[in-house]
């Protein structure tokens, strides 16, 4: 039985109701709950943009489908939020990521579908916060695609280490990245201190991947290596496209961008659509 929210509408006839009431809070209704009794379900929701409400607008659909016992929820969330906050860095700072888990948990989802989670850095099926996670990876789909657009051979390549496992599998290197301190002010911001890359890439052409493009920090900083370096083009993808402050343009003027429909952008150019059919078939 499909669940399907209106944030999934790109790839799937919504049956959710999600609305808000004049003072900002969430309304939600599963008009088809009564259904899941005794069934396995599968809940469709996108938590970004919006994510505080995104998320507990999911709790609700999750609560309304609990009170009639289905036999199981799986819950597939394309980009998982509060995935980076996975590590404690200062006094008093909380798991932010494995709280998410724990709640998903507590509230009846036996299984979480995503991709690229960000803590998990790489393909398979794991436990964290108790909630049980099959992470699946694009990056043979990206790979395919920026092969697809370049027409040629590709040098393959992370921003940093934490990507390395989007590229081991092609013979693909990864930039060592330095972070500093937290900013002063009101934004939660590690200011990148260094990207350093040691692959010769002259007269190459270069595809920079990673597991997501936030400000774009990081993907404009190898770019700007690679092009020190002498490459002939740059091709840069990611998971998840966020393109915050600015940086699609930015990206755009260093050479080809382009990422997944896990968040729908005016650069998605690969479908998650195939691989959720695969595994969820009607």
Sequence with gaps: MRIVCPSFSDLYEPNVEIKKFPDGDSYVRVPSAKEAEGKEVVVFNRLYPEQ?????????????????????????????????????????????????????????????????????????????????????????????????????????????????????????????????????????YREIKDVKMEKDVSGKAVLIIDDMISTGGTMLRGVENVKKGGAKSVICTAAHGFFLKGSLEKLKEAGEVFVSDTIPTEVSKVSIKPMLEEMFPE
């Design 52 to 188: 505080d409400s995104a998320l507990f607008q999911t709790v609700l659909v999750l609560r309304a489908l609990k009170e009639h016992n289905p036999k199981s929820i799986t819950l597939v969330v394309p980009y998982l939020p509060y995935s980076r906050q996975d590590k404690l860095f200062r006094e008093g700072e909380v798991k932010s990521a494995e709280i998410l888990c724990e709640l998903l948990k507590s509230e009846g989802v036996d299984e979480l579908v995503t991709f690229d989670c960000h803590f998990l850095k790489k393909e398979g099926e794991f436990e964290y916060g108790g909630l049980k996670i099959r992470n699946i990876s694009l990056n043979k789909k990206l790979v395919e695609k920026a092969r697809e657009i370049s027409g040629g051979e590709l040098e393959i390549m992370s921003p940093d280490q934490g990507a390395n496992y989007l590229v081991a599998e092609f013979g693909g290197s990864s930039m060592k990245k330095e972070r500093g301190e937290y900013a002063e002010g009101g934004e939660a």
